[in-house]
């Protein structure tokens, strides 16, 4: 095995021989038959990883030409063959512009269910908050069926089936729960969903409950909400990436609510302010 490390990305090669000895290598190698004998591999398996730290974006080019971007606190793990590509997002959220391969599937996995790619724009989250698909362009399987048995990863060689629950389009999305229950999916805008790639959470009549949940993903400090009715409210705004203090700013401004700062245990409680008493 030989390792490269590049940044965030961890590559390495696995070439495998038949016959008269194994041969693995790190590298590629030309290997010429002499005399009776005759050497043959198989195709080389290329494994990558990528990582991105709290409120770190990347953006990266695979082999084969398809570019993924990764939101926040992601980690993803890749196995690409000659046969398929195969993506292992451990945690996060990514989103995919795929070139398209009739005869190399393009598969997301993640603990929740598998998303194969019958387009070339969707994002996939993965993660305790929320476990959903978006499509941007074109089509997507998806099999919410539990996918912990290909959670390891390093199963190239192994024969996965693909069943479709639900087939999404363009400017529609689901969960991993629906899709298991065959429900019809959402449809959204888009490029709203996604504005996370442009450092902007876009909401229209979401609950304070789930902006929370998102910021909470982006910031390495914990916003908090102190009254459950204050969790219920609806946020339609627009929230800037750049720091904590100008998405707290939206929500003071937006909601009948004040953010209360804890540094010393690294949170910010987001309270209801009561109306003014009147004579």
Do not use: C
């Not at 499509?135 to 996965?160: E, H, M």
């Not at 700062?261 to 309270?271: C, D, E, Q, Y």
């Amino acid at each position: 095995w030989v390792w490269f490390f590049f940044g965030h990305k961890i590559r390495y090669l696995v070439l495998g021989g038949f016959g008269g000895g194994g041969v693995q290598a790190g590298v590629w190698a030309f290997i010429f038959g002499l005399g009776a004998g005759a050497w043959f591999w198989t195709p080389p398996v290329e494994y990558l990883q990528f990582q991105t730290a709290i409120g770190e974006q990347a953006r990266y080019t695979l082999p084969d030409g398809s570019a993924m971007v990764l939101n926040t606190d992601s980690a993803v793990r890749i196995e690409l063959s000659k046969a398929r590509r195969l993506v292992y997002l451990d945690h996060g959220e990514v989103f995919f512009d795929v070139r398209h391969r009739r005869d190399r599937p393009f598969d997301v996995v993640t603990r929740s269910g598998r998303v194969r790619v019958l387009g070339t724009r969707f994002s996939v989250q993965s993660s305790h908050e929320r476990s959903r698909v978006v499509v941007a362009k074109g089509r997507g399987g998806i099999d919410g069926s539990n996918s912990a048995d290909l959670k390891k990863g390093n199963g190239t060689n192994k024969t996965i089936t693909f069943d479709a629950d639900v087939i999404l389009k363009a400017n529609e999305q689901i969960s991993f729960d629906a899709a298991e229950q065959q429900q019809k999916p959402q449809a959204i805008d888009a490029q709203h969903a996604l504005a996370w790639r442009e450092k902007r959470l876009s909401y229209h009549s979401e609950p304070l409950s789930e902006v929370v949940a998102d910021l909470n993903r982006y910031f390495n400090v914990t916003l908090q909400i102190e009254d459950p009715r204050l969790a219920e409210q609806k946020l339609t705004a627009l929230i800037l990436l750049s720091d904590i203090d100008a998405a707290i700013r939206v929500l003071e401004e937006t909601l009948n609510v004040k953010a209360q700062p804890n540094t010393t245990a690294n949170t910010i409680l987001l309270v209801l302010v009561k109306p003014a008493a009147t004579d």
